[in-house]
Nanobody, 123 residues
Framework: QVQFVESGGGLVQAGESLRLSCAVTGSLFTIHTMGWYRQAPGKQREEVALLGSTGHTTYAESVKGRFTISGDVAKNTINLQMNALKPEDTAVYYC?????????????????WGQGTQVTVAS
């Protein structure tokens, strides 16, 4: 079965840094994009940063200049360097992996989700 190993979350003060890591094993399909999403209580889950197998990256406007996603999608690993953390960054951060399920008459977009890791930023 597909398994996620997510690490790096914790409690920090505003202005400090954290580095999240994610490794996915067991996928029977090729993962083409990985990324990080976050969800705070009472809020919608939002996309934070994505890394494609081409190396292209996408960031939420709220984290541009502060967060950097890196890794090797082909090896199903990514990291998220989070600098200058703010209290509004507090959320559960979820690792995500996108793939195409080919066990149909046509490929269907699907995604795997990690269990999430808590990031808390105190002011």
């Amino acid at each position: 079965q597909v398994q996620f190993v997510e690490s790096g979350g914790g409690l920090v003060q505003a202005g400090e840094s954290l580095r999240l890591s994610c490794a996915v094993t067991g996928s029977l399909f090729t993962i083409h994009t990985m990324g990080w999403y976050r969800q705070a209580p009472g809020k919608q889950r939002e996309e934070v940063a994505l890394l494609g197998s081409t190396g292209h990256t996408t960031y939420a406007e709220s984290v541009k200049g502060r967060f950097t996603i890196s890794g090797d999608v082909a090896k199903n690993t990514i990291n998220l360097q989070m600098n200058a953390l703010k209290p509004e960054d507090t959320a559960v951060y979820y690792c995500n992996a996108e793939y195409l399920d080919t066990d149909y008459d046509f490929p269907r977009p699907r995604e795997y989700w990690g269990q999430g890791t808590q990031v808390t930023v105190a002011s």
